[in-house]
Structure formats: structure tokens, C-alpha cells
């Protein structure tokens, strides 16, 4: 069964031109197979959010003729398809992940954070977190548990090459040590678009991921989460950028 989506974030004044011609794609090739084509809501980045974005890009997809088969308008069996929605899921997971030992709990502080970067870019290194709560992960749960604010953070393998398929641009491959230990869930208890994204794709049983071409930085990030999570990978296809 062939499921695609466009996961359109509601930051600006309508829909993007190049997440429209995305969401073409993504329809047509989902009309072709038979298949099904969803919208879902990206709104986990608050700080910016604007009030009244999502009506006016699901409007404007409908102007454009674009159906759809489930959203936040449109119910369907993965609902709900609104981000802010499915906090809880997101948290479920992360902490699923931090009993396997693949995330952990990190409490460091901003201006911790910025003293580390400031180091490495200093030594000539890709700035990273240098792991530093993982290695005491006993006293930053107790912190945790006493209420102090903390993110997730996936622990990612050191030197490692991950490599995924695309339809478009066959085998990317990139070693883990340019890629940082990412924060999976956020002080604010939202997740990032990293974590929600792959639990939202593997939930609503999308098959292809299909999106533009900026995204290909962050899919080695992706496929460590399926990999940390036991899932199988989506197709990916990225797409030329709209020029
Ligand atoms: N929320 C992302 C955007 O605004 C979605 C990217 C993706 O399709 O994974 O484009």
C-alpha cells in the first residue's frame, strides 16, 4: 500500500510555493499507485508558530485541487494528525529509548552548551555534545526526578557509517561522527521535528517519504532513530529544490 504525506509546519503566511510542489508529488503519486495521501500538522517548533497558518495551507492545497485522504480536517485511523496533539506519544518513545540505552536525559545548562562549542571550534572540530550527562546518567536522573529541566538526547554511535537508499540519489552515506547527539525531546516536553517526524511516519504507515532535497542532511539522523527503535525504513525520494 502506498502512503505519502506532506508535513507542511504552520511558521509562515500560508503554504511555501516549494512545499506545494512537493505536496503535487506526493498526491499524484499516491493517486497513481492507488494509494493514500495525508496531511499532517507539524507545529512542534512554538517559538514559531502562527496563529491562523494551518487553515490558510490546508485552503490553499484545496484550491490547488490536491485531495486528501486523512488530516487534521479529515479523520482517519493515525489521528491525531496535528504534532501538538501527540505529545504523550512522542514521550512514550523517547523514554522507550532511554531504557534501551540508546537516549539519555542531559540537564546541561546553555551556557555549558555554549562554552563546549566554543572549545571544540577552537580545536578545529565539527562542534558537538561531548556526552557529558550520559557518563553520569545515575545523578542527572535524580535531578530529573527532583524536577530540574532536562531534554532527551539520542546517544549516537561513535564512527559509524550509516547509509540509506534514495530513489533519486541512490546511496547517501555519512559517519556518525558528523552528527550530534541530537535532542530528541525538548525542555518544553515538545518533541523536535527529528524525533516527531520518524514516529509520525512509521505510526501513519507512510511508505515513501517523499520531500525536497534540504532534507537529506537530516535524514542519517532519521534512520539511527528507526535503527535505534527496531523499524524498518520508508522509501526516501528527495526532490530538486524549487528555483
Ligand atoms: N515540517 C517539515 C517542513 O516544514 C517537514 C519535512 C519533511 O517532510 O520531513 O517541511
Not at 52 to 69: F, P, R, S, V
Not at 164 to 184: E, K, P
Not at 196 to 215: F, G, N, P, Q, T
Amino acid at each position: 500500500m502506498v502512503r505519502t504525506r506532506i508535513a507542511p509546519s504552520p511558521t509562515g503566511q500560508d503554504i511555501h510555493i516549494g512545499n506545494l510542489y512537493t505536496a503535487y508529488i506526493n498526491w499524484a503519486f499516491a493517486r497513481k499507485h492507488k494509494g493514500q495521501f495525508l496531511i499532517r500538522i507539524e507545529d512542534t517548533d512554538r517559538t514559531r508558530y502562527v496563529e491562523g497558518a494551518e487553515q490558510k495551507i490546508l485552503n490553499t492545497i484545496k484550491a490547488y485541487g490536491l485531495d486528501y485522504d486523512e488530516s487534521v480536517d479529515k479523520d482517519g485511523p493515525y489521528k491525531p494528525y496535528r504534532q501538538s496533539e501527540r505529545l504523550k506519544i512522542y514521550k512514550k518513545y523517547a523514554e522507550e529509548l532511554i531504557e534501551k540505552g540508546k537516549a539519555y536525559y542531559c540537564i546541561c545548562t546553555k551556557e555549558r552548551l555554549d562554552e563546549v562549542r566554543k572549545q571544540m571550534i577552537a580545536e578545529k572540530k565539527i562542534p558537538k555534545y561531548d556526552k557529558y550527562c550520559l557518563h553520569i546518567q545515575d545523578e542527572v536522573k535524580k535531578k530529573v526526578d527532583a524536577g530540574e529541566q532536562y531534554v532527551i538526547r539520542l546517544d549516537v554511535p561513535e564512527n559509524v557509517e550509516v547509509t540509506f537508499a534514495d530513489v533519486i540519489h541512490g546511496d547517501i552515506t555519512i559517519n556518525t561522527n558528523n552528527i550530534d547527539d541530537q535532542v530528541l525531546i525538548k525542555s518544553d516536553g515538545f518533541p523536535t521535528y527529528h524525533l516527531a517526524v520518524v514516529i509520525d511516519d512509521y505510526l501513519m504507515k507512510i511508505s515513501h517519504v517523499i520531500r525536497a532535497e534540504e532534507w537529506i542532511s537530516s535524514t542519517p539522523k532519521h534512520v539511527l532513530l528507526y535503527q535505534a527503535c527496531g523499524w524498518q525504513l520508508p522509501i526516501f525520494a528527495h526532490l530538486p529544490i524549487l528555483r
